[in-house]
């Protein structure tokens, strides 16, 4: 890590360590505050960043980046256990005739 201390490169890391926490515990709350943090501290990254801290803050897109991928890991789980609960995605594709379609899938429970 780089030597220069920064408040706001600090933020950022803490929220996405928060972040990553929060997914590997699927913790919605805590995922929600972790991205609320994490945009405050870009907010206040976002007057220029000099060259004492690119260094830093290229180790921080790479965490981000793997977030991103849990998070992407987390999602296809997600729609998965919904497939096999009977239960559809919407898709914003279009058919030919321009207008959107949704195939449906059920599953019965149980059988009476």
């Given at each position: 890590m780089n030597a220069v201390a920064n408040?706001?490169?600090d933020r950022?890391?803490?929220a996405l360590a928060d972040?990553?926490?929060a997914l590997l515990d699927n913790d919605i709350n805590a995922l929600m505050r972790s991205t609320q943090e994490k945009i405050a501290a870009l907010k206040m990254l976002e007057s220029g960043i000099t060259e004492d801290r690119e260094g830093r803050l290229a180790e921080l897109?790479?965490?981000n980046r793997a977030n991103g991928a849990l998070l992407a890991r987390r999602r296809r789980e997600v729609n998965w256990a919904l497939r096999h609960l009977g239960r559809t995605e919407s898709t914003s594709a279009y058919d030919?005739?321009?207008q959107t379609s949704q195939s449906h899938?059920?599953?019965e429970w149980a059988v009476a």
């Open positions: 408040p706001d490169l950022l890391a803490q972040e990553r926490q897109v790479e965490i030919a005739r321009g899938f059920t599953r």
